[in-house]
Every structure is written in structure tokens, then in C-alpha cells.
């Protein structure tokens, strides 16, 4: 359902429905409640409700700090994976210059269609939450049995062939960790921490008595405001690979892989 939510609403979307939402029904809850007990108005419980909401309120502030914290470092890893697997690529490709003609041919086919499955092929199922090896091991497996079949001549050669493997073994790990990536989400207790949370602070709110309901309701609206924008990003950036914040396969498509989709 949340990797749906992410592939056809946009975060302007989801931010307004969200953040709206969370807003209008705290809104709505306290008003309510304050109708069906005037008294609380009066706030004879204010002293009671207030050390328990800031108490309750900052060990809620730390949990959603870490979890928010801890996804963006994990989107940022995985940019980092995605980056360095480009770049590994793309190093192959040079290097290929160093070798002979038939060789260079088959490292540059295997590169191309490395490059093209991981971008047409697998990027939609990281998308939808299904990442595959599919297309990428035979490409890979080429670009393997060109090097292991070919015996390099003279010391410039050697130099690029090793670098050419280093970069290739590389490939063959970072392709690992992105997938790895791709399926990694947040441990259901943080989430039941992170969600069930704010079920419990948002009410606490409504208790909090306030002689003045405008003043009430801006004070409610903004908890809820905070907490529900707190939550969207919690909600978007567990799937580093959906949404608008994803990760972009831009890097398999610039520099010396630029050439492979030029036609």
C-alpha cells in the first residue's frame, strides 16, 4: 500500500492529505471533546496534562529525531551505492580502450546492456518493491568471461586489466547493496513507534485546557501540524527507490555511459 501511495501521488499530494488530514481530524477531536466537557476549558488539569505532554513529547521527539535521521543517512548510502556503481562502470569502459578490438567489443556490449537492464529492468521493480538480479547477471557474467578468457600483453595492458576487474568485482558488490537497499524497510517497531505515537500525543493535546478556543485550536493544529509533517517524511524516505525523493538511475545514463543510450 505505501509503495502504491508513493508511485502514483506526488509528495506535494501527499503532503496536503497527510499533514491536512492529521491536522483537521486533531482539530476536529478536540473541538469536539471540548463541547462534551466545557470543563476543560477552565484547565484545572493543566499542570497535571502539561508535565505529562512535554515529557511525553520530547521521548516522542527522540524516537521520530533517530528514525528520520537514520533513513535520510539511508538514502544518502544508497545514492552513494548507486553513484559508485555507475562510476565502476564507466571506468570499465575506459579501461577497455587499453585492450584489443574484439575484446574491447564484448566488455562494451556487456557494459551497454548492463546498464540498460539496470536501468529498464530493474529500476521499475525496485520501484514497486520487487528488485531482482534478473538481467543484470548474464551482462555481468559477459563482461566476466571477456576478461577471464583474455590474456593481457605488456605492462600497460596488465595495469588496465587488473583496474578492469577490481571494477568489475566492485560492480558485482555494489549491485548487491543497492538490491539490498531496495528491500530494506523500517523495523515494524519503529514504525509502531513512529505512527503509534502520534495517536497517543496528538490526544493529549485535546487536555491540555485553554480558556480561549482559537487559542486552543492553533495549539492543537500546530502538534498536529508538526507531527504529521514529521511522519511524511518517515513515510517517504523508507523507500529509497519510490516516490519523488527516490533515488535517480540519472548516474547510468552521464559521462562515458552517456554513449550507450545516444541511440
Partial sequence: MSLWLLNHFSTVTLSVVAVGGTVLLAVAGSVLLRRRHPTLAQGEHNDMVGVTLGMFGAIYG?????????????????????ASEATNAA???????????????????????YVHAVVEDQWPRMRAGNPSYGATESHLQDAFRALQTYDPHGQAEQVFYEQAVDHLNDIASQRRARLTMARRELPPLLQALAFGGALVL?????????????????????VAGLVGFSLLLVFVLDRPFSGD??????????????????H
Fill in 91 to 113: 571506468l570499465i569502459t575506459r579501461d577497455a580502450g587499453a585492450f584489443p578490438q574484439p575484446v574491447r567489443a564484448r566488455l562494451d556490449a556487456a557494459v551497454s546492456g
Fill in 62 to 82: 527522540i524516537i521520530l529525531a533517530f528514525v528520520i535521521v537514520t533513513l535520510w543517512t539511508q538514502l544518502e548510502d544508497t545514492q552513494t551505492i548507486v
Fill in 245 to 262: 525523493l527516490s533515488v535517480s538511475p540519472a548516474p547510468y545514463r552521464e559521462g562515458a555511459l552517456a554513449q550507450y543510450w545516444n
Fill in 202 to 222: 496528538i490526544p493529549l493535546t485535546f487536555l491540555y485546557g485553554l480558556r480561549k478556543l482559537r487559542v486552543q485550536v492553533l495549539f492543537v493544529a500546530s
